[in-house]
């Protein structure tokens, strides 16, 4: 499996999937996966199928259907590195072979090993007086057969491929008495073969019948490729299969177990082998080959001894290793066909180094493999329930048609009910559409959003920040619970909540921090969480959601927490998240009023003024899509100011004095002043390189539709922005729709 490369390819990209498109075409060219111009094509999408391209390729075009492509980083095939294209509409494929190639490196990535592209061409013949005398004719003529059919397409052989064998099978068919049905086993190199195979099949077709005596009625290939076949395997050690909440003896157990069912019971097989195939199918699409054929013959190898089974076998060796071997015929062109017309198809190739149609064949078996491995380790561990619920709501409320603006807000009752059903969908949007108040199945504790409308960064470092609360963000909600869960409806997360000991990691690591801080350890519950502001969107969701949890742990358990502690415990949540917060966000979620915030550098002591507001005010959020990441950013800013701290400090003070500013404007209500503070805010943290594109186009588009002062809120590099206006920005929120973006206003007062 050699290819050419102009540079020393590294597929292992920490973090991939947290940047942002431009970012990872970025890193696909510092690895030496694509060029600066496939980068640039790519970018701009001028790399996709043009429409009059199209309209040569297939019959009455009248358009171009678009999915998306993304790539699978990690794997490490035959000691070489691959970043796999995948053109799949289907969530978690993409991630689940990220996921399950970098398991598989660390102890040595996959070995694949293949035989020769070889396609079985058919010719059938009837009307034999003696099928057993013509099937010895037919073997006695074979190098006569084998001599006609590569006369045929003379390049072909001269590539050291052609019409390598032939074999005869007779059936006896009941009605029309015996058959004969001669295979001749063509080698088409790195071509699909389609045309090569059924033009020799056609033109032995008369020699075929003169040897016979019969006459010959269908010629042409046959989909089952089982001469071409893809041996894939994988070792990987038990301690490298530990995931939270589940040792690696556990994952390796249940993965064998699994895979046991998939061997004898035909309709386990079946999903067993389609997860095969997602993985396999969407390289397939994007390198431009037949995945209706690979589809079929996998499918027909897996019954071919009578009885259909699933593709893979897992087991244990000696060494107490989880081993895992996938055979399935593969047979794949990387020249000819759409390869020459799809601009993206030749993009693909390049992206995977131009392997041949052998190297791609044993690229898709491993692919297949590690597919294989995430779907049924998902299945043999936490994955056993999770998004099952969520999806199954998601479903339920699409089959019940309920309408867009309330569809995620009827997905989490349902899931909180428990009654996941069409009827009940219906029923609560009726509840809905009345204004009748819903039953909730378990109390919610609640906790606000934030936007700060001056001070972000300066408040890091000892000046103040004016923050008021969005409207009710988050609501959380405990019940005993035989395991201990972690459900998200709106974000489609089902999880287990694994022990400290494990050291999990985001939102899972807050609440194993939570349970054990607040000695619950012995406890079991599900946690249910509704938030109602997007991830990373600088609105202070996740100080938000810890409040939430700790208010919900207070009343479920009557631990009387005080506001005070319910605080300095989501304090220390933001600190676990963000490293070096202000603890603005977690006293905002906490008190949910407006408040003038202050840290002291020297004390770190954290005080806050209550602030009145003087008049009511039009706020507008608008999100630009692109997530914040807060700790990223405090680190930008911190890096920067260890460089010129003079400079910043100066930038800091003058925030801060916007904001003393900007407090008395805000208590007299005097918008129109606060406002143009605002505008000098975003000014300055423009100039700390917080600002992005999205960020600065979503705060023209609110100045020119009347914005008395917009700028971004949070931390920045994406994320948000706040705007305040003296009437109803409606009109804002359609002109920022219609420019791609989401926003929503509320009333301060």
């Not at 003696?130 to 590539?159: F, G, S, Y």
């Not at 800013?637 to 800091?652: H, I, L, M, S």
């Amino acid at each position: 499996m050699e290819s050419e490369s102009k540079k020393q390819r590294n597929s292992r990209i920490p973090n991939f999937f947290r940047l942002d498109v431009t970012e990872r075409l970025e890193k696909l060219t510092e690895h030496g996966f694509i060029d600066a111009s496939d980068e640039l094509s790519l970018d701009t999408g001028t790399h996709t199928l043009r429409r009059h391209i199209a309209d040569k390729m297939i019959e009455n075009v009248v358009g171009v259907f678009g999915l998306p492509l993304g790539v699978a980083v990690n794997f490490l095939i035959n000691g070489k590195e691959y970043v796999v294209p995948l053109v799949v509409e289907e969530p978690s494929v993409v991630a689940g072979l990220s996921g399950a190639a970098r398991t598989a490196r660390i102890s040595g990535g996959f070995a694949v090993a293949c035989s020769a592209p070889i396609i079985t061409g058919q010719v059938q013949v009837v009307y034999i007086d003696d099928v057993e005398l013509a099937r010895e004719k037919l073997l006695q003529h074979r190098d006569e057969i084998l001599n006609l059919a590569n006369t045929l397409h003379p390049k072909m052989v001269a590539r050291g491929g052609g019409a390598k064998d032939i074999e005869v099978h007779t059936y006896e068919t009941g009605r029309k008495g015996s058959m004969l049905v001669l295979h001749l086993h063509v080698d088409t190199q790195d071509a699909m073969g389609a045309n090569v195979v059924n033009g020799m099949c056609e033109g032995i077709a008369s020699l075929v019948e003169s040897i016979t005596g019969g006459t010959v009625f269908l010629r042409i290939l046959s989909n089952l490729t089982d001469r071409s076949i893809v041996w894939a395997e994988v070792t990987m050690p038990t301690e490298n299969l530990s995931i939270p909440g589940f040792h690696g003896k556990e994952v390796c157990d249940g993965i064998v177990l699994a895979n046991e069912l998939a061997r004898v019971d035909p309709y386990r097989a079946a999903t067993h082998n389609k997860g095969i195939m997602n993985g396999i199918d969407a390289i397939a699409v994007a390198t431009g080959n037949d995945y209706r054929a690979l589809e079929a013959a996998a499918h027909a190898y897996a019954a071919r001894d009578g009885r259909y089974r699933g593709l893979t076998d897992w087991e244990v060796n000696e060494d107490g290793d989880l081993v895992g071997r996938l055979e399935i015929p593969i047979k794949v062109g990387t020249v000819g066909g759409s390869l020459e017309t799809n601009p993206t198809v030749r993009l693909c190739h390049r992206l995977l180094g131009n392997p041949t149609a052998i190297e791609l064949a044993g690229i898709m078996g491993c692919v297949g493999l590690a597919q294989n491995f995430a779907a049924i380790r998902a299945l043999a561990t936490a994955g056993i329930q999770q998004n099952h619920m969520t999806l199954h709501a998601r479903s339920v409320a699409t089959s019940a048609q309920v309408p867009a603006d309330i569809f995620e807000h009827v997905v989490d009752s349902l899931v909180e009910n428990g009654t996941i059903k069409v009827w009940k969908a219906k029923e609560i949007v009726d509840q809905m559409r009345s204004n009748e108040p819903q039953q909730q199945a378990q109390p919610r504790s609640s906790a606000f959003g934030k936007t700060i409308f001056l001070g972000e960064h300066a408040v890091v470092y000892g000046r103040p920040a004016l923050a008021v609360p969005l409207p009710v963000a988050v609501e959380a909600t405990i019940r005993d619970s035989d395991v201990s869960m972690l459900i998200v409806p709106r974000w489609g997360v089902e999880q287990r909540i694994p022990s400290q000991e494990d050291r999990p990691q985001g939102l899972l690591g807050m609440l194993a921090t939570l349970i054990e801080r607040l000695n619950l350890s012995e406890r079991t519950m599900c946690i249910e969480i509704f938030p109602n502001v997007p991830r990373a969107m600088g609105l202070g969701g996740s100080a938000a959601i810890a409040v939430a949890v700790i208010k919900a742990f207070s009343e479920h358990y009557e631990l009387q927490l005080s506001l005070d502690k319910i605080n300095e415990f989501a304090y220390e949540c933001e600190r676990a998240a963000h490293g070096s917060p202000s603890g603005v966000d977690n006293t905002l979620a906490t008190y949910g009023k407006p408040i003038l915030f202050r840290r002291d550098q020297q004390t770190k002591e954290a005080t806050f003024q209550d602030l009145k507001i003087g008049t009511p005010i039009h706020v507008l959020i608008g999100m630009s899509g692109k997530e914040s990441l807060t700790a990223m950013m405090v680190a930008q800013v911190r890096d920067g100011r260890e460089q010129n701290t003079a400079e910043y400090e100066r930038v800091f003070d003058a925030i801060g004095k916007l904001t003393d500013v900007g407090a008395r404007a805000f208590q007299e209500g005097n918008i129109q002043k606060l406002g143009t503070l605002m505008n000098l805010c975003q000014g300055y943290l423009n100039g700390l390189q917080l600002s992005t594109p999205e960020i600065e186009e979503l705060v023209h588009i609110a100045r020119v539709h009347g914005a008395l002062g917009a700028k971004l809120t949070g931390s920045g590099g994406g994320g948000s922005i706040v705007a305040i206006f003296e009437e109803s920005p409606e009109s804002v929120i359609d002109a920022m729709k219609d420019a791609g973006y989401d926003a929503f206003s509320f009333l301060l007062k």
